[in-house]
């Protein structure tokens, strides 16, 4: 949930059709613990007729650029899809991405935040940190 209280969610899927888009949004709606009022996706085909079905109070956007806050927001996940090609299913790719973005982001500061000594003390305090949780784990 970004700081709009709009949820951005990933989900890996192996398909793109109606099934996979009603499995999509019962998977989004059980965590958000209320009914939207408004939901915005790209304009496959597929989640407008899931959302009929499933959310047929709720108003639905597709229009061109609409979607662009969740296209971005999802770059880093696109990127790491792009670089690991080699899953062998689905779940691989889920369990992969959803351990991978944690660990990803405590390595990825925000370099435009600081100046270029605290950037690189940031970064050597970050990188020590994960060369001792490797040493932890590896001597247990």
Do not use: C
């Not at 990933?10 to 965590?31: C, D, G, H, M, Y």
């Not at 696109?78 to 990803?104: C, D, P």
């Not at 050597?124 to 001597?139: I, L, W």
């Amino acid at each position: 949930m970004d700081q709009d209280g709009e949820v951005l969610d990933i989900l890996v899927q192996s398909q793109r059709n109606k099934k996979a888009a009603k499995k999509f949004f019962r998977k989004l709606l059980k965590e958000l613990q209320y009914v939207p009022r408004l939901i915005i996706t790209d304009q496959l085909r597929s989640y407008s007729a899931a959302k009929s079905e499933s959310l047929p109070s709720v108003e639905h956007r597709q229009d061109k650029w609409q979607n662009n806050r969740a296209e971005n927001s999802h770059q880093p996940t696109r990127l790491r899809e792009h670089v690991m090609r080699r899953f062998k299913s689905v779940g691989q790719a889920q369990r992969f991405l959803s351990a991978f973005g944690i660990i990803s982001s405590h390595f990825r500061v925000g370099r435009h935040l600081f100046t270029a000594r605290s950037y690189r003390a940031v970064i050597k305090t970050r990188f020590a940190v994960g060369e001792e949780v490797r040493n932890v784990k590896f001597a247990a």
